[in-house]
Nanobody
Framework: VQLVESGGGLVQPGGSLRLSCVASGFTFSWYDMSWYRQAPGKERELVAG????????NYADSVKGRFTISRDNVKKTVALQMNSLKPEDTAVYYC?????????WGKGTLVTVSS
């Protein structure tokens, strides 16, 4: 099983980034997918989630209206479009898959929002 994140980097406040996670080794379309983040010295927190069939999404209050999660079950990818980025969005962002009692994590991609 692999979850490989990409798309992180340095961006100025107010800018945008699009994170992507490519999955392999499991039946992607059966699993709910989420993005989490962990800032330095803080607990890992849920950013956004999407059900296996894309019928429902949920977001942390801090990112509602700025971030959008989406998935492509054919390409086995999940994306996080991040707009209007703020310095407090700086963190390592992790891709997560949950289903059938299993919980898979990627290694993360660093997002730094700074001028």
């Amino acid at each position: 099983v692999q979850l490989v994140e990409s798309g992180g980097g340095l961006v100025q406040p107010g800018g945008s980034l699009r994170l992507s996670c490519v999955a392999s080794g499991f039946t992607f379309s059966w699993y709910d997918m989420s993005w989490y983040r962990q800032a330095p010295g803080k607990e890992r927190e849920l950013v956004a989630g999407i059900l296996s069939d894309s019928s429902s999404t949920n977001y942390a209050d801090s990112v509602k209206g700025r971030f959008t999660i989406s998935r492509d079950n054919v390409k086995k990818t999940v994306a996080l479009q991040m707009n209007s980025l703020k310095p407090e969005d700086t963190a390592v962002y992790y891709c997560n898959a949950v289903g059938f009692g299993e919980n898979y994590w990627g290694k993360g991609t660093l997002v730094t929002v700074s001028s």
